[in-house]
């Protein structure tokens, strides 16, 4: 088992490759033009988030956003923190969030885990992420790692320690159409349906990374 995966296996349950043309298809449901939001968090005060001083990962509400450093012993353990009352998600979401790298390494990816469900040998989930050396990653996990969209350049990363990028996922049955600072970046399809939980995840020890501005939006569904 991977060490992400293992991460996320003890914490709990959180639980097709590219293909041109990518176009925006956030279509967002609610009335009078507003959309229906199901989760919002600035991340800026302990609201749905609790602060951790764990061996593996360590929290705190600071710089702006809620902070969240990697301090296991092992290089090769990912950081996960979940919600503290994590409510599972249909797969038809937008989610959405801002992070700052701090310090740490800069090949080395953080973001989303989104559709997170079962434990153990059941335990299945996908990522969204990034690197500060200006790369993008969508990968999910069920029983092994899949890589519908591989750790890929974009000029579109701010690869600056400090500057915030916003990362966002817009997941429909088993498509996600990944963004990184509002551009559509790329398509892809997962192996199993992306319905379940969400959480944050900082890869390697030592980074440190501050999240900020978390919504999960409902889409309106395709027609």
């Not at 029983?143 to 916003?166: C, E, F, H, I, Q």
């Amino acid at each position: 088992m991977s060490r992400l995966a293992l991460t996320l296996a003890l914490a709990g349950a959180l639980t097709a490759a590219c293909g041109p043309p990518i176009e925006p298809r956030t279509t967002i449901a609610g009335s009078g033009g507003g959309p229906r939001v199901l989760f919002e968090d600035e991340l800026r005060v302990a609201r749905y988030w609790t602060t951790v001083r764990g061996t593996i990962c360590r929290s705190s509400f600071a710089d702006g956003g809620f902070l969240i450093e990697n301090i296991a012993v092992s290089p090769f353990t990912s950081c996960v923190l979940r919600p503290a009352h994590p409510e599972a998600y249909a797969p038809s979401v937008r989610i959405e969030i801002s992070a700052r790298l701090r310090k740490g390494s800069r090949e080395d990816a953080f973001g989303l885990v989104f559709g997170s469900r079962g434990s153990g040998d059941q335990l299945v989930f996908a990522t969204m992420g990034l690197t500060a050396n200006g790369t993008y990653r969508v990968a999910s996990w069920n029983s092994k790692w899949v890589y519908p969209v591989p750790a890929t350049v974009s000029r579109s990363v701010k690869t600056d320690y400090g500057a915030l990028n916003t990362i966002a996922v817009e997941v429909r049955d088993r498509s996600v159409v990944a963004y990184v600072n509002g551009r559509p970046v790329a398509t892809a399809e997962l192996t199993v349906e992306p319905a379940g939980t969400i959480g944050l995840f900082v890869d390697q020890r030592g980074m440190e990374v501050v999240f900020s501005n978390l919504r999960v939006v409902e889409l309106v569904p395709m027609r």
